[in-house]
């Protein structure tokens, strides 16, 4: 049964129909009920698996998530997912402040805290609105078939395995508005089936964002305005962007809460070092207002890039250890004289061999980006 069309007030000839379960008598009130019962129910889905990431997750794993802000930024989060619960367990969530009228589900839906109906917006709001609608129209024309570019005097290699038959992990290579190229790896807090689709989500959108934009900062900021709110959101996406210039090898990164990638280079002695490219912002989804600065590394000849996810240095052993940072900062100092897709393999293969027998217990991905030397 298809839910009625109400125009707000007298706005009528002005107004857009706004999708609500009305005028159905018992049948339309259980819709509705039911509706807001499954809003109310994933707000809280989300705001439990953030209490239980501040109260469970070790300090040095939050301060990584959180990148440059304050514990109280996610916190801050909460009152929003309260506020917003409290809302919908008494079917006031949605309503348009100025003709207390639901707004649309899907708009609902798409960001919890919406609560004006589209013909109450200014001329500006509606405008970047209707961008917005014409991005969502893009979105869902380009999950087109990831290849890895050819870049003269550069390597690349990649590799993806999801913990269960579909994951949360996300990598690609796409071009910056300016022609840089753009290297980046995400993973959604999750797995299964949510994760992968919300993750293909992500894609979509990023797939269209980055042609659009010269800054990865400008890119994540784009991107955590359009999901923070999602109500498909349960927990938080990390994710690093890197844009490449290659003919000068500078690198100019964003990173949103997730594992710093390493970039592996030789030091005046001779020996090589590991060197961590920090968050520089938090996670999307998990804080108000998130920002992203950007910075900067130079890669010279015979330099790697190793991006992964928590699927590599969260794999653990018999003892319940984990392979952890050292352990990979280690493999990665060792096989500086490798290729890339010789990184990869013999990484997989160390992993391997630390966890024996032991399934994944996470999606494991790994980017690997190296300039050729000479």
Same mark, same amino acid.
């Given at each position: 049964?298809?839910?009625?069309?109400?125009?707000?007030?007298?706005?009528?000839?002005?107004?857009?129909?706004?999708?609500?379960?009305?005028?159905? +008598? #018992?049948?339309?009130?259980?819709?509705?009920?039911?509706?807001?019962?499954?809003?109310?129910?994933?707000?809280?889905?989300?705001?439990?698996?953030?209490?239980?990431?501040?109260?469970?997750?070790?300090?040095?794993?939050?301060?990584?998530?959180? +990148?440059?802000?304050?514990?109280?930024?996610?916190?801050?989060?909460?009152?929003?997912?309260?506020?917003?619960?409290?809302?919908?367990?008494?079917?006031?969530?949605?309503?348009?402040?100025?003709?207390?009228?639901?707004?649309?589900?899907?708009?609902?839906?798409?960001?919890?805290?919406?609560?004006?109906?589209?013909?109450?917006?200014?001329?500006?709001?509606?405008?970047?609105?209707?961008?917005?609608?014409?991005?969502?129209?893009?979105?869902?024309?380009?999950?087109?078939?990831?290849?890895?570019?050819?870049?003269?005097?550069?390597?690349?290699?990649?590799?993806?395995?999801?913990?269960?038959?579909?994951?949360?992990?996300?990598?690609?290579?796409?071009?910056?508005?300016?022609?840089?190229?753009?290297?980046?790896?995400?993973?959604?807090? +999750?797995?299964?089936?949510?994760?992968?689709?919300?993750?293909?989500?992500?894609?979509?959108?990023?797939?269209?964002?980055?042609?659009?934009?010269?800054?990865?900062?400008?890119?994540?900021?784009?991107?955590?305005?359009?999901?923070?709110?999602?109500?498909?959101?349960?927990?938080?996406?990390?994710?690093?962007?890197?844009?490449?210039?290659?003919?000068?090898?500078?690198?100019?990164?964003?990173?949103?809460?997730?594992?710093?990638?390493?970039?592996?280079?030789?030091?005046?002695?001779?020996?090589?070092?590991?060197?961590?490219?920090?968050?520089?912002?938090?996670?999307?989804?998990?804080?108000?207002?998130?920002?992203?600065?950007?910075? #900067?590394?130079?890669?010279?000849?015979?330099?790697?890039?190793?991006?992964?996810?928590?699927?590599?240095?969260?794999?653990?052993?018999?003892?319940?250890?984990?392979? +952890?940072?050292?352990?990979?900062?280690?493999?990665?100092?060792?096989?500086?004289?490798?290729?890339?897709?010789?990184?990869?393999?013999?990484?997989? #293969?160390?992993?391997?061999?630390?966890?024996?027998?032991?399934?994944?217990?996470?999606?494991?991905?790994?980017?690997?980006?190296?300039?050729?030397?000479?």
């Amino acid at each position: 049964m298809s839910p009625s069309r109400k125009r707000a007030g007298d706005a009528g000839k002005h107004c857009r129909p706004r999708i609500v379960y009305k005028g159905y +008598g #018992s049948w339309g009130a259980i819709m509705e009920q039911q509706f807001f019962e499954r809003i109310a129910e994933s707000l809280k889905a989300q705001h439990r698996n953030v209490i239980g990431w501040l109260r469970n997750v070790p300090q040095e794993k939050k301060t990584l998530r959180l +990148g440059n802000r304050p514990e109280e930024a996610a916190r801050e989060h909460l009152k929003v997912l309260e506020d917003a619960i409290q809302k919908a367990e008494i079917q006031e969530l949605g309503k348009c402040t100025v003709c207390h009228e639901y707004i649309e589900t899907h708009w609902l839906e798409t960001n919890y805290s919406n609560c004006v109906c589209l013909e109450h917006l200014t001329g500006e709001e509606r405008s970047r609105l209707e961008a917005e609608l014409e991005l969502s129209q893009k979105v869902q024309k380009a999950l087109l078939p990831q290849t890895l570019p050819a870049l003269p005097g550069w390597e690349l290699a990649a590799f993806s395995q999801p913990a269960s038959i579909v994951g949360g992990d996300y990598f690609d290579f796409l071009r910056f508005r300016d022609g840089a190229h753009a290297l980046l790896i995400a993973d959604v807090m +999750g797995k299964g089936m949510p994760a992968s689709m919300l993750m293909a989500s992500l894609q979509a959108s990023l797939r269209i964002i980055i042609p659009e934009s010269d800054s990865p900062g400008l890119v994540l900021a784009r991107a955590n305005q359009i999901f923070h709110h999602n109500i498909n959101l349960t927990k938080f996406v990390s994710i690093v962007i890197a844009h490449l210039d290659p003919e000068t090898g500078v690198i100019l990164y964003a990173n949103a809460g997730h594992n710093p990638p390493f970039l592996i280079r030789r030091r005046v002695n001779g020996s090589h070092e590991a060197v961590p490219l920090p968050p520089t912002g938090a996670a999307i989804g998990l804080v108000e207002n998130a920002g992203f600065q950007i910075g #900067s590394v130079h890669m010279a000849q015979g330099d790697t890039l190793v991006f992964y996810t928590d699927g590599v240095v969260e794999a653990a052993n018999g003892a319940n250890e984990e392979f +952890g940072e050292n352990m990979l900062k280690k493999f990665l100092v060792g096989n500086t004289a490798k290729s890339p897709a010789e990184v990869i393999r013999d990484l997989r #293969s160390e992993l391997k061999r630390f966890v024996g027998d032991r399934p994944l217990l996470d999606d494991t991905t790994i980017l690997v980006c190296r300039r050729k030397a000479g």
